[in-house]
């Protein structure tokens, strides 16, 4: 199987299929129209699937063999995000956009189940395509993974297109890709009363900005400098009137880090800062942390696998480097289960040098480099039937 042959005959269907996905994009728990798309081309494919947590689908291709079990994922879902671009393909619902590349993960991944497909008479394993919903939200690995249906998988692979890498490279280190995920809330209470008089009241806003201000101290002394730690209040909600001091304030953030050990200790680290802080000026607080999502890690056996899996399809000289960055990412629950890999598909170009990063209203990428990202499922595949066998 000439792989990357295969992949670009096939490249006005992967196209086609992105533009369409982008002009319908759908947020996190109601990908009800992506979802059916992609059962509509399972379907002309051949390959059956079950529906799992609403919206997303697992579909099983089998070869000659039962096993090994190989898992290749994608995310559906987009952002609520009023896309600004000029594409001809544009979002055509209102405040919704596919700013991450997910419309690009699903067609490639329906490219590699068509060319699987197409040559399972080649296999020597069985295949899961994995459509995953509510990436964006953080949870919907969780909910696919509940399901039971991927306890058996012996290797999974999952990718982000990537505008930080030239398009036509591919990333597959080993180790940490992605830091892990923590969000917060945090309600600092005081005492409300007159702005002119503050001494007979207990103003949130001062205590939430001391607040916000030692938790810097966090990177600076609370951790390894080695370590990556990011903790970083995003929002600051206080207050109806220019002279009344409020009763309370709210913040939100969020915290990264590679190192586990030092994921399961911020939690502590950061309320322990918030309750001296308030404690010092005679407020209280409330704090819930309330998602955690671990680091996504990519395992070692599963890079080298990778790396042949690119030198054979692609070729070596489209291999790249690239530390981990500190995004989050829900594949990490499959790779706590599972060993595998998280791939970086390049996909900027000159005339997108980074001007627009994911999450941009303005966002695009180089649709060439999908193939890059298609070629290396199969292929992954491959290569992956005969390590596990």
């Known amino acids: 199987m000439n792989v990357m042959e295969l992949i670009q005959q096939n490249r006005e269907y992967t196209v086609s299929l992105r533009r369409e996905f982008h002009q319908y994009p759908e947020l996190s728990w109601k990908e009800f129209r992506t979802a059916k798309r992609i059962r509509e081309e399972l379907d ?10 609403g919206t997303g689908t697992i579909a099983t ?3 000659k063999k039962d096993h090994p079990i190989i898992g290749l994922r994608c995310d559906i879902d987009a952002l609520p995000i009023q896309e600004m671009t000029n594409l001809p393909f544009r979002s055509q619902n209102d405040g919704v956009m596919h700013a991450c590349g997910h419309d690009s993960h699903m067609a490639m991944l329906l490219t590699a189940a068509k060319v699987l497909s197409e040559h399972r008479d080649e296999l020597e394993c069985t295949v899961k395509f994995i459509f995953q919903p509510a990436e964006e939200a953080m949870n919907g690995a969780l909910k696919v993974l509940e399901s039971g249906l991927l306890d058996t998988l012996d290797t999974v692979a999952g990718m982000h297109i990537f505008p930080k890498l030239p398009a036509g ?18 309600k600092i209470i005081g005492k409300s009363g007159h702005g002119a008089m503050p001494e007979s009241a207990v103003d949130p806003i001062y205590v939430g900005a001391k607040v916000v201000d ?13 370590d ?24 939100t953030g969020t915290v990264r880090t590679f190192n586990p050990k ?29 998602i955690d999502i671990p680091a996504t890690i990519t395992d070692a056996h599963c890079s080298e696998i990778s790396r042949r899996a690119v030198e054979h399809s692609i070729g070596e000289e489209h291999l790249i480097q690239f530390p981990g960055t500190p995004g989050g990412e829900d594949f990490s629950y499959y790779l706590e289960r599972t060993p595998g890999v998280y791939a970086f598909v390049g996909c900027r170009t000159p005339e997108n040098d980074c001007l627009y990063e994911l999450h941009s209203d303005k966002f695009n990428l180089d649709e060439d480099s999908m193939l890059n990202g298609a070629a290396f499922y199969v292929q992954y595949t491959l290569e992956a039937q005969e390590e596990f066998a």
Request: aromatic share 12%; proline share 6%.
């Open 228 to 251: 990556t730690v990011v903790v970083s209040i995003c929002t600051f909600h206080c207050g109806t009137l220019p002279n009344i001091i409020a009763e309370w304030a709210e913040l």
């Open 61 to 63: 291709l089998k070869g």
């Open 169 to 186: 490279t591919i990333s597959v280190d080993p180790g940490p890709r992605y830091t892990s995920a923590g969000f917060m809330k945090i």
């Open 44 to 53: 002309k494919f051949g390959i059956p699937y079950v529906e799992v947590a």
């Open 214 to 226: 030692a938790l810097q101290s966090i990177a600076s002394r609370e951790s390894n400098p080695n």
């Open 262 to 290: 030092l994921q399961k200790q911020l939690p502590g680290i950061i309320e322990r800062i918030i309750k001296g802080t308030c404690e010092a000026y005679r407020a209280t607080y409330e704090f819930d942390y309330y």
